[in-house]
């Protein structure tokens, strides 16, 4: 199927599925497994915590896109420190980007830091991760 990015936009609104746009095509999002999805509900129940009383908002797979590099991407989780808008598909001042069992380069997401982990990680692992976690998030609200 050919989709340039300008066109994936209304494109991706008639799809049953979920795609991203990845290296100029639409890319399906694969369908995750039960380990990797409580991983990711874990991460968002520790996140909840975490962000309490703050003005941050943690979203679970908004739409992100990147203009610069032409991509449109679904991150599991994105800590958002800007306005909240109900209606909008796309967080406005995004500074956390969190992906279980994908490593991708965010680069182009300025100001905003990238974690990823295995949904195979060890507990002790992933209180590592939640400890960068915790880092970000102190950091965008002092």
């Known amino acids: 199927m050919s989709v340039s990015f ?10 049953e599925r979920l795609f991203e746009f990845v290296d100029g095509k639409p890319v399906l999002l694969p369908k995750s497994s039960q380990l990797r ?7 968002l129940a520790s996140l909840k915590h ?9 979203l679970t797979r908004p ?8 991509e449109v991407r679904y991150p599991d989780i994105v800590v958002d420190a800007g306005t909240f808008v ?13 992906d279980v069992d994908r490593e991708r ?7 905003a830091r990238y ?4 949904a195979t990680a060890s507990p002790s692992e992933v209180s590592r991760f939640l400890t960068k ?8 609200t002092r």
């Open 63 to 70: 739409r992100i896109t990147l203009s610069a590099i032409a």
């Open 105 to 111: 380069d965010w680069s182009a997401l300025l100001d």
């Open 86 to 98: 109900a209606a909008e598909r796309e967080p406005s001042l995004p500074v956390l980007v969190i």
């Open 6 to 15: 300008d066109e994936f936009g209304p494109w991706e609104d008639r799809q």
């Open 115 to 118: 974690l990823t982990i295995p």
């Open 133 to 140: 976690i915790l880092a970000v998030v102190r950091s965008r």
């Open 50 to 58: 975490f962000v309490e009383g703050t003005d941050l908002k943690v």
């Open 37 to 43: 999805s409580l991983l990711i509900s874990y991460l």
